[in-house]
């Protein structure tokens, strides 16, 4: 198994910030999202996730699925309040993954309603970005990194919030978002905003992949 060449299929992908880390964990990536996305860095297929072949996506070693975060996101709960509907896809994702039988993660903000098997922060990879997400993983586990105080970082200058107008950052700058994140690609700046940093889905990406060559399948 050593020599193959794993493939992981990174579904709701935007702009690519998980797609870049599980290529640098060792994957040809494709992505798919129902939207045109013109920075994505990788094969890109333009198409609704539920409108996919089983089959198709049983092709792929390993799953990555970031469905919209609004239904559940503590940014968007004003507009909630306000009886706006946001498309609610967890669960949906979690039932279509689960038919493939393949390795997968949904990852999402820590208030949706998916099982927190991994919270990851900017912070534990020496990230200037205070962006938690949370990740149910299924057919492996990955270790809790430790969680460096991330509090008070950002009003004291030292990290950044890169979503909506970036809080209390002291930069709206995209180049130091981008720093932030560890994203040079994006330029964007709501794209970058609904990114994770690839550095998450690197780490969880390198377990897999060691489990892949063991044999997991």
Known sequence: MEGKKFRALDLFCGA???SMGLYRAGFEVTGVDINFQPEYPF???QKDVFELDLEFLKSFDFIWASPPCQ??????ARYRNRGKKYPDLVDKTRQLLMRTGRPFVIENVCTAPIRKDLLLCGRMFNLRVIKHRCFEIHGFSVPQPDHPRCRGLVKEGV???VAGHGGDSKSYRLVDWQKAMGIDWITDRKMLAEAIPP???EYIGRFIINLLRGGLR
């Open 16 to 18: 690519g910030g998980s």
């Open 43 to 45: 094969h890109f297929i």
């Open 71 to 76: 239904a559940y996101a503590w940014a968007s």
């Open 159 to 161: 990290c950044f919030t």
């Open 199 to 201: 550095a998450y889905s």
